[in-house]
């Protein structure tokens, strides 16, 4: 650049050069604001997640306790009824050694 620059073009180029470290310092503003508002993107997922997480894992919970106290009254049932079962198997038995005894009092006579 052997040639001498004019002072209009002096100012024209100062002018450029402004303008390029304007636009230089808004990129650099974008981009940190891009690369905040990714993190922040980043962090809310990550806390999406993890509410997620623990709500699916409350609800586990409850159906787990839910489960163990139908299993917890179906073996009370279960007990309950092989309890009248075995009553009734004795009922059942005593009628039985009754009639056989009325029976045998009907052939004694």
Not at 87 to 109: A, G, P, S
């Given at each position: ?5 004019s ?31 990714e ?9 999406k ?24 009254k ?20 005593d ?15």
């Amino acid at each position: 650049m052997g040639e001498k620059l004019s002072k209009k073009q002096l100012q024209e180029l100062s002018s450029l050069e402004e303008e390029l470290s304007f636009l230089v310092d808004k990129k650099k503003g974008l981009e940190d604001t891009l690369s905040s508002l990714e993190k922040e993107n980043e962090e809310k997922k990550n806390t999406k997640s993890e509410q997620l997480a623990n709500e699916y894992k409350s609800s586990l919970d409850k159906i787990n306790i839910s489960l163990k106290d139908l299993s917890d009254k179906e073996m009370s049932l279960m007990k309950s009824f092989s309890s009248m079962l075995d009553e009734f198997n004795d009922d059942y038995k005593d009628i039985e050694l009754f009639d056989l005894m009325v029976e045998k009092e009907q052939d004694d006579d």
